[in-house]
T-cell receptor
Framework: AQSVAQPEDQVKVAEGNPLTVKCTYS??????LFWYVQYPNRGLQFLLK??????LVKGSYGFEAEFNKSQTSFHLKKPSALVSDSALYFC??????????????FGSGTQLTVLP | EPEVTQTPSHQVTQMGQEVILRCVPI?????FYWYRQILGQKVEFLVS????????KSEIFDDQFSVERPDGSNFTLKIRSTKLEDSAMYFC?????????????FGEGSRLTVL
């Protein structure tokens, strides 16, 4: 069965510093990986995805993520954090062999706080 | 930018009552989903819906749950007789394609509180 882990419940960084939100996954084959963000009182917003190709994918709001197959990781990064990036971030994984959105499995979320 | 809308944003109900949560997916999307998140826990899949029928459902989606697309725009989740453990945030999502590469677009959620 597929699973995804976000080992940190909270991450705090100073504005202007780089940020990393960690995600590791477990699937039987090659994964499709997604990051979503949830701002207070808002729904989940799609940030970026990795399907195939370049291990570094770029997404919305200056975020990027690096797929590392050997470490089964898909960490979310941003070179320079903004206070407005403060939100709850979810990593999600899909098994491409499943053929169904049922298999979009979410992590438990990481609360990012960017300090001014 | 088109978005998924959900109503109500918050509903409080008594145990045993029926609840209907409503969603308006993005207009040209074909696949619809409900997920839920119990406070402090993971976002969990409930059901997916395509071409006016359920295509997948999880173990959570038992006989107390049903979904319906009563017209060309709304997508509803009904809980027939609510239990305390149904208290959660319920998210509707839609996508244009069921392809594994496609991302889902989520609504802002409906918070259900069962007393």
């Amino acid at each position: 069965a597929q699973s995804v882990a976000q080992p940190e419940d909270q991450v705090k960084v100073a504005e202007g510093n780089p940020l990393t939100v960690k995600c590791t996954y477990s699937v039987s084959g090659n994964p499709y990986l997604f990051w979503y963000v949830q701002y207070p009182n808002r729904g989940l917003q799609f940030l970026l995805k990795y399907i195939t190709g370049d291990n570094l994918v770029k997404g919305s709001y200056g975020f990027e993520a690096e797929f590392n197959k050997s470490q089964t990781s898909f960490h979310l990064k941003k070179p320079s954090a903004l206070v407005s990036d403060s939100a709850l971030y979810f990593c999600a994984v899909r098994d491409p062999l499943s053929g169904s959105a049922r298999q979009l499995t979410f992590g438990s979320g990481t609360q990012l706080t960017v300090l001014p | 930018e088109p978005e998924v809308t959900q109503t109500p944003s918050h509903q409080v109900t008594q145990m045993g009552q029926e609840v209907i949560l409503r969603c308006v997916p993005i207009s040209n999307h074909l696949y619809f989903y409900w997920y839920r998140q119990i406070l402090g826990q993971k976002v969990e899949f409930l059901v997916s819906f395509y071409n006016n029928e359920i295509s997948e459902k999880s173990e959570i989606f038992d006989d107390q749950f049903s979904v319906e697309r009563p017209d060309g725009s709304n997508f509803t989740l009904k809980i027939r007789s609510t239990k305390l453990e149904d208290s959660a945030m319920y998210f509707c999502a839609s996508s244009f394609s069921a392809m594994n590469t496609g991302e889902l677009f989520f609504g802002e959620g409906s918070r259900l509180t069962v007393l």
